[in-house]
């Protein structure tokens, strides 16, 4: 017998969220994950605000939320909102209840701005790392490292000169006007871009395109190939190196020796020099290229460096996913604090 397509409608409904959530859904498990590392913050969460006033948005049903927009790749807060507004699986990890209303999208990223000038997504990071769940999955001993180019949200016609008019002359054709570039010389010294002043014109390559662009750089562990760090800085060609250690250094504070691989672009005898000071074994790829390799047969003779260069490729998988998944690959977001 076929049935009614009508609507039907009930007062009252007594249907937990919880019983609409299968039993072997993954975030299941993440939402476990996620409400222990979430106890062990409370005592960060009670410095960021005060005492009195009104009630903000809990921090903990803020975080739940914007990690539901990194692993959904929602691109704003506004579509999150409307995401959480009829989407019972959403309701349900944030902690909200079915008649509660979503949160206008101007009040949720001004309570995301408090947590992010806490550095609140850091130690949110490290607290789900240090849980036995996970931490049984890290290695503690091999490390890689790699760098990728996160395109800014700005135009090449943004960018001009730091000494001369922000807007385009009267009558050059409105904000988005023709212009050719073929002739002038720009760079990061003299120019910037008007759009997001934090971005920097940079080369992939040689004989490649100048863009507007951010680095990403992310730590990955050998054994399961898990990030557990990453940062984004200005471009720049030593930023890489930099990063690279300021991300291994606090993992290199123990008797033990460490080792990190890397592939060529982080060949030099500074950066070697320095990893070899803090007791990490550089496993870094050798680049003979016309130079000398700071990467002798020392390191080259152990099975363990080929090991490392093997594995460390798998780094890659983690910047595809936040290109291409996570809409990274060209950002929506402006300043490097926001992107980051």
């Known amino acids: 017998m076929r049935g009614d397509d009508n609507r039907t409608g009930e007062l009252f409904s007594y249907v937990d969220l919880e019983a609409r959530v299968r039993r072997d859904h993954p975030l299941r498990a993440v939402r476990a994950i996620v409400n222990e590392a979430l106890g062990a913050l409370k005592g960060e969460f009670a410095a960021l605000y005060s005492p009195i006033g009104r009630p903000s948005i809990p921090p903990e ?11 959904y790749s929602i691109r704003s807060e506004r579509l999150l909102m409307e995401r959480l507004e009829y989407d019972l699986l959403f309701r349900w990890f944030v902690g909200i209840g079915v008649d509660d209303p979503a949160w206008d999208h101007s ?5 995301r701005d408090r947590l992010l000038e806490g550095d609140i997504a850091a130690k949110f990071l490290a607290a789900v790392l240090a849980q036995p769940r996970v931490k049984r999955l890290l290695s503690s001993d091999h490390f890689s490292v790699d760098g990728t180019l996160i395109e800014a949200w700005a135009s090449m016609k943004s960018v001009r000169p730091k000494d001369g008019p922000a807007e385009p002359p009267a009558g050059a054709g409105g904000r988005n006007a023709e212009a050719d570039f073929h002739g002038q010389k720009r760079s990061n010294d003299t120019h910037a871009s008007t759009t997001d002043p934090d971005a920097r014109l940079y080369k992939k390559g040689k004989g490649k395109e100048a863009k507007l662009c951010f680095i990403g750089h992310g730590l990955m562990e050998n054994r399961h190939g898990l990030l557990v760090d990453a940062c984004l800085t200005f471009a720049d060609g030593q930023a890489e190196r930099v990063a690279a250690l300021h991300m291994i250094e606090p993992l290199a504070d123990r008797p033990r020796r460490i080792t990190l691989g890397a592939d060529k672009a982080y060949d030099t005898q500074d950066f070697v020099n ?10 870094v790829a050798r680049n003979t290229s016309g130079r000398r390799s700071a990467i002798d047969s020392r390191t080259t003779r152990h099975g363990g460096y080929a090991a490392s260069q093997r594995i460390r490729k798998r780094i890659e998988e983690a910047f595809g ?20």
């Open 321 to 340: 996913w936040i290109k291409t998944v996570a809409g990274q690959d060209k950002t929506k977001f402006r300043g490097r604090d926001r992107v980051g």
């Open 61 to 71: 049903k803020l975080l739940r939320a914007m990690l539901l927009q990194a692993l």
């Open 107 to 111: 009040t949720f990223s001004k309570n």
């Open 274 to 283: 320095e990893l070899r000071s803090m007791k990490v074994t550089p496993h």
